[in-house]
């Protein structure tokens, strides 16, 4: 369970800045400069979107050119810089919180009245810096320190950053009351900022884990994680997605009980893409021990059921290994789909178990086809045959391996239709699942046809680009994003009843999302480890994978650079080297990059339709979970 709070995320002052700095994306495009007076928010990962974005980032008002724009951070700014603004021919578009407004006004008033305004929060800090702009000689409380310099004989007016810690906001009040007992004293604490500290340190009594998302230069951000992790040791300070799977928290997928805060200077979507990631490996993990469990006993059944025919119990029993330790993506899907369209249908495990075993016996042919050894882990069906055959002394090893694997293969294939066959469905549901379990198999080996016939009837790259180009794309389309994606979330989609407009609506999220998640797949093939992959590393190397990048580094690489691809993509016996040196190629001709960025378009495809459908807001958030989990993997 993820436990979160509404407030999660920007504040209204920030965010109203930043929709008011949105508005501007078209004056930038139309050539007017754009100036940003300080930051936004406290939020390395935001401005740099800003700079990207053609606006222009100062604290000067010296290097402000006439006839642009200027908006005004949230934090606010000293008088002087509004004054000096104002005398330029600039639009001002003034953006500070209101809160921050009121404590200018407040200052200036009482300063003019004669009164030293005693500021407590950070000397440093933006507003602070601010705030110190709309007062004479003002005095600063950040330590206890600072006292000394608070003239006892002047009144005093007491003003706090709106971000200030609660504790120390209470301890300088009293400190500043017992030097100056008439003392004016105004509560400028934002009381959002404080709800929400309140709030988090409850969900951290309650919790296995805390990640708190924010900046470590936003002083709320840190004020978050130091105030949780005094209650919850295992408390996570992140940016973002990618920097919470780059800490590589090896119980970060066993915790059941998460919290999980944004700060007032972080986008709500950040926090929502890791909510939505970590509800996603929730509910693929709780779905794996069901389809497991469930699989484990229709697989053991079997072996039983087989018991005194020569040779098929170790042929199932070779299946059934073969079967376990998959991530169950697939199942997980169907199971997805069913709770997409039917809240109270719970009729998913036994065609997530079919669907799986589907999954395994065309792996085993797979596994033949790409001369893989390992699979999961383990050796594949063909080699522990052939192996095994060697030490009896068998010349003819390999031919029976391969032929041995093949048949359990189709026994793997076959067992799969007959558990959807005995499913407990009524019909019109089993002849629909029936209908779309075939179109998902056509599919698969359409895709599989091209895949083993384009390597060996090429289409030339530098001739033919845009065909070559075309044929890949094709073939994850049937390969991978039906049988992945696609095919289990309609079949799924069909156990809860669902009519035809959802089923075209979970199929068009799933097409372009499954092809991101080849191009990934693709990428993890070239650069990631033996250990990541499960198999060898240079396995795709070897097999002469076509793919989107190889298509991509080989029309713009150098004629040096297609010379090394002719000679080592496809190289049996390749070595480390030489996969070291195909991706150099890939890195360097831009291919990475272009992959990378390929999979970024297609998967934003699939959360704008998300987005725009009439899901339930916990759907939503396990699809959009789905999408970060596919495309920013690292295994």
Same mark, same amino acid.
């Given at each position: ?193 404080? %709800?929400?500290? &309140? ?9 296995? /884990? #805390? =990640?708190?998302? +924010?900046? !470590? ?100 029993? %070779?299946?059934? &290994? ?9 199942? /997980? #899907? =169907?199971?997805? +789909?069913? !709770? ?296």
């Amino acid at each position: 369970m993820i436990i979160t709070i509404k407030e999660s995320g920007f504040c209204h002052g920030v965010q109203s800045a930043i929709s008011k700095a949105n508005a501007n994306f078209a004056n930038i495009e139309n050539g007017q400069k754009v100036y940003l007076f300080g930051d936004l928010a406290n939020n390395s990962r935001i401005m740099s979107k800003y700079h990207a974005k053609g606006f222009l980032v100062t604290d000067n008002t010296n290097d402000i050119q006439p006839g642009s724009k200027v908006i005004i951070r949230a934090h606010g700014v000293p008088k002087a810089v509004c004054q000096s603004l104002e005398s330029k021919c600039v639009t001002i578009e003034d953006c500070t919180c209101v809160k921050v407004k009121n404590i200018h006004r407040i200052v200036e008033r009482e300063s003019e009245k004669g009164s030293t305004i005693v500021i407590i929060g950070k000397k440093d800090h933006p507003e602070v810096i601010g705030t110190c702009g709309w007062c004479k000689n003002p005095v600063v409380l950040e330590t206890e320190a600072d006292l000394e310099c608070i003239d006892p004989n002047s009144p005093i007016c007491v003003v706090g950053q709106t971000t200030c810690k609660r504790d120390w906001w209470n301890k300088a009040c009293a400190l500043v009351l017992q030097k100056c007992p008439d003392a004016n004293i105004y509560n400028t604490l934002c009381s959002v900022l404080t %709800d929400k500290l &309140e709030k988090a340190a409850d969900i951290a009594r309650t919790t296995q /884990a #805390m =990640i708190i998302v +924010g900046d !470590k230069k936003s002083a709320n951000s840190v004020e978050l994680y130091n105030t949780c992790s005094k209650i919850c040791s295992n408390t996570i300070f992140v940016s973002c997605l990618d920097e919470l799977l780059a800490m590589k928290i090896k119980d970060l997928y066993t915790w059941t009980n998460i919290g999980l805060i944004g700060s007032a200077s972080t986008p709500a979507e950040l926090v929502e893409e890791i909510h939505g990631y970590l509800a996603f490996t929730m509910f693929l993990a709780e779905s794996k021990k069901e389809i497991e469990n469930y699989s484990s006993c229709k697989m053991e059944s079997n072996i039983a059921k087989s018991t005194g025919k020569p040779f098929i119990p170790e042929a199932v029993q %070779d299946l059934y &290994e073969q079967n376990r330790g998959g991530k169950c993506i697939r199942g /997980a #899907m =169907i199971r997805l +789909g069913e !709770k997409i369209a039917s809240d109270i249908s719970n009729y998913f495990l036994p065609v997530a178990s079919a669907y799986e075993l589907f999954q395994t016996a065309i792996l085993i042919h797979d596994d033949i086809i790409d001369r893989s050894e390992t699979r999961r882990s383990k050796k594949t069906i063909h080699t522990k045959s052939c192996q095994d055959q060697l030490t009896k002394g068998n010349k003819d090893a390999m031919h029976f391996g391969i032929s041995r694997a093949l048949c359990v293969g189709d026994y793997g294939l076959f067992l799969a239709n007959n558990m959807l066959a005995h499913a407990p469905l009524c019909d019109t549901t089993k002849v629909r699942l029936f209908q779309q379990f075939s179109e998902i198999q056509l599919h698969t080996l359409e895709g599989e046809i091209m895949d083993v016939t384009l390597p060996v009837e090429q289409i030339n790259i530098d001739e033919n680009y845009s065909g070559y180009m075309e044929a890949v794309t094709e073939i994850y389309q049937s390969k991978t994003a039906w049988y992945t994606l696609a095919g289990p979330l309609i079949m799924g989609a069909i156990c809860g009843g669902a009519q035809e407009k959802l089923t075209n609506q979970l199929r068009d999220i799933a097409l372009p999302l499954g092809i991101a998640f080849q191009i990934k797949d693709d990428l993890l093939g070239m650069y990631a480890s033996d250990e990541v992959l499960g198999k060898p590393a240079i396995s795709d190397l070897e097999e002469q994978k076509q793919t989107l990048i190889y298509g991509y580094a080989y029309k713009h690489g150098t004629n040096q650079q297609k010379a090394k691809l002719n000679e080592l993509y496809g190289k049996l016996g390749a070595t480390l080297e030489d996969l070291k040196i195909v991706r150099d190629i890939f890195t360097e001709t831009g291919a990475k990059k272009f992959a990378e960025d390929k999979i970024a378009e297609l998967s934003q495809c699939s959360l704008q339709l998300i987005d725009n459908s009439q899901f339930g807001h916990q759907y939503k958030l396990l699809l959009q979970g789905l999408v970060s989990y596919l495309t920013v993997r690292e295994f």
